[in-house]
């Protein structure tokens, strides 16, 4: 029954010339740091997955925000866990993402053909260090606070547009519930869709072109 449940859908969608192209391919022999980019995609999935479960009960406003992350940490069921997670996902998702771009540096894969691929890396690279600092505010906590405050004010000294900068990063003179809203949004919905997006352009070249090979030793 599944076999031609299969045949029909492969008739009409081409799951087989699919599952060949994107998975069934053969690769160069590599060492371990060639899957930090496998890694870095399945902390995303794993950050995705944890944070819809947290946003059932997150309130979004300074009056709720803080007492919202208390009840997930105590009154919902293994939600300690779920935020233990994320959390730690969050800064692992940071480290693995820098990491891989790193190898891809020193290996010399950024070369042609690969520019392109290089580029969607820088892209993905400034997102997660993006939804990390948006997300980080959404505690509503002092050390949330303050570190939010420093970053924007950090943002506010770049020549010419740093005050336009900070005025839309803050929606305003200072962090109010309109910083929250605005990092919240992004934190959930702007800088996820991207990466999203991004990553799939991202895994068309690499399935297009391959991986790198490990560069040879010089005797």
């Known amino acids: 029954m599944f076999q031609k449940i299969y045949a029909w859908l492969d008739e009409r969608l081409g799951l087989t010339t699919i599952y060949n192209t994107t998975l069934d391919r053969k690769v160069p022999k ?17 950050q995705g997955a944890t944070g819809i479960l947290l ?19 105590t009154g919902v069921s293994f939600g300690w866990l779920i935020r233990g997670i994320h959390h730690w996902g969050a800064s692992l998702m940071v480290l693995t993402v820098f990491l891989h771009m790193l190898r891809t540096f020193f290996y010399g894969a950024y070369k042609y053909p690969r520019e392109f691929t290089w580029v969607t890396g820088v892209v993905l690279l ?22 939010t405050t420093v970053g924007t004010s950090i943002a506010e000294t770049v020549p010419w547009i740093g005050p336009f900068i900070n005025q839309v990063l803050r929606g305003g003179t200072d962090l109010s519930a309109v910083t929250l809203a605005r990092f919240f949004s992004a934190h959930i919905w702007w800088f996820p869709a991207i990466i999203a997006a991004v990553i799939g352009i991202h895994l068309y070249m690499v399935i297009r072109l391959g991986i790198s090979h490990v560069p040879a030793s010089e005797d």
């Open 30 to 46: 590599v060492n371990w740091w060639f899957t930090l980019g496998s890694a870095s995609l399945f902390l995303f999935l794993l």
């Open 55 to 73: 946003s059932i009960y997150y309130v979004p406003s300074p009056d709720h925000a803080y007492d919202s992350i208390q009840y997930i940490m």
């Open 126 to 147: 400034l997102c997660t260090l993006g939804m990390g600092f948006t997300g980080y505010l959404l505690p509503w906590n002092q050390r949330a606070y303050w570190a």
